[in-house]
């Protein structure tokens, strides 16, 4: 039976996101009424209706706001320009929220949440507090739930009790035409490195500078993403002491269609996580980064942190996981890789097949997909 589905995302609404898109696109193709809401751009906007579905957007979108608000708000606007829904799916905790005010006002009969990774760590806020209680009220009445990866999704049925709904596993992986280049990486007598993202403490850059210093081989690291003071400066300052300028480049961010470009001149990525002293908390244990699957998509095996969540790396031989914070081990690990660069290569054909084979969003989410069609 074809179905009116509500996908709300605050995340969804460029190119930059195009996952959620996909689902739309899909839901739509079965035959279903697709209604998706989200701060769109025109062009954006107007590529949806084509595929036919209905893209909401609104104005008040673009004001900074109270987020405790914007559930609320989301929800008037739909209140306002949307008849009959069947099944909403809120894409992030905001999302989320607004479906559970539509479900308790009467206007949808089911709703379900799909936990991005950037929301997971919302059921760790303190108990009794204001948003674990919103959540758990959210939580509590959804019909099913979708996380980043198995363990997240282990620890969320532990966290909350809720075993018996259904639940579905889709990783942040990019759709098969993402990347629009791939090549071996070419073997050269630098190591080339390169580390896309945040560039902030907890996520362990430092601890590759040493380790660089150390080496005795020649390495070249980029480091490229939204720089965070006074954790960057700290950076630079780090490598001038220990007279690596040349060796380390620090880079404000690009636009995403140049992350594969910028990957794929690299020969391993590096994605660091450390979760034991800096992170001693769960959420970057069972951390789902999408630049790990960027970088196997792009054929470049990781260089990553020993989180249980991320030890498919080295069990798939697509990458290695290393302890960051044992200098000893991480020293190791880079020295090895410098060495046997003929296993860079096999390690970049391996993350390139895993890519394909199974870690692309189009693989992750055809059982959700089949649900959705299915559900009533």
Partial sequence: ????????????????????????????LNGNQVTFVAPFSEQMSTSLRASNINAITSPEWTFPIRKSWLPLLISRIILKRINKIDLAI???????????????????PRYGCYLLELWSRTILYKKNSFQSNLNAKVWREASFFVHANDLRKEYFMKQTGLVSLKHFVIQNAPLLDWPTRYTDPVL??????????????????????????????????????????????????????????????????????????????????????PWKSINPDINFALCAP????????????VLASDNPSMMFLSNERCGWNVDVENQNSLLGCLKEICINREEVITRARNARRLFEENLNFESQSKDFIDFINEFH
């Fill in 188 to 273: 050269q007598e630098t190591l080339r490195l390169s580390y896309i993202g945040t560039v902030n403490r907890p996520n362990g850059l430092h601890y590759i500078i040493p380790a660089i210093a150390d080496c005795n081989e020649p390495v070249h690291l980029d480091i490229t993403g939204s720089l965070v003071e006074p954790y960057t400066s700290e950076l630079r300052d780090e490598i001038y002491r220990m007279n690596l300028n040349q060796n380390i480049r620090i880079s404000e961010a690009i636009p995403r269609e140049m992350l594969q470009v910028n990957i794929g001149n690299a020969d391993v990525s590096i994605a660091f996580y």
């Fill in 1 to 28: 039976m074809n179905k009116h589905i509500l996908i709300i995302s605050l995340y969804s609404h460029n190119l930059g996101n195009p996952q959620p898109i996909y689902l739309a696109k899909q839901l739509s």
């Fill in 290 to 301: 999408n630049k790990v699957f960027e970088s196997l998509a792009v054929g470049r095996p």
């Fill in 90 to 108: 809120g894409i992030d905790q905001v999302a989320s929220q607004a479906s559970w005010i539509l479900y308790k006002s009467g206007c949808i």
